[in-house]
Nanobody, 125 residues
């Protein structure tokens, strides 16, 4: 089973940037689509971004498109989410997730099998 660990969260002022990282425990991660989701207090967990297993196809929610960039380094079994022009409404716990080997990309939270424990991102106004 793939174990995922997020890092890079913290406190940042509006307009600032953060880079989140997702480290996988084994190389099977490199063959799995991965996604980033977030959950703010009192709200449902929502889709943020996803990337296919090769890294050549990316998807973003409308709320972050143009500001966030998802990427991966399969040689290192890692994924990243670069977050620029952060807004207070971006404040949430961010989760890294993986579907499983050779699946297609998805925006659906129920399609993801493996999850990290989350990292807190707080954006002050």
């Amino acid at each position: 089973q793939v174990q995922l660990v997020e890092s890079g969260g913290g406190l940042v002022q509006a307009g600032g940037s953060l880079r989140l990282s997702c480290a996988a425990s084994e190389r099977t991660f490199s063959n799995s689509p991965m996604g980033w989701f977030r959950q703010a207090p009192g709200k449902e967990r929502e889709f943020v971004a996803a990337i296919n297993w090769r890294g050549g196809s990316t998807h973003y929610s409308d709320s972050v498109k143009g500001r966030f960039t998802i990427s991966r380094d399969n040689a290192k079994n890692t994924g990243s989410l670069q977050m620029n022009s952060l807004k207070p409404e971006d404040t949430a716990v961010y989760y890294c997730a993986a579907r499983g080997p050779f699946y297609s990309v998805s925006h659906d939270i129920t399609d993801y099998k493996y999850w990290g424990q989350g990292t807190q991102v707080t954006v002050s106004s």
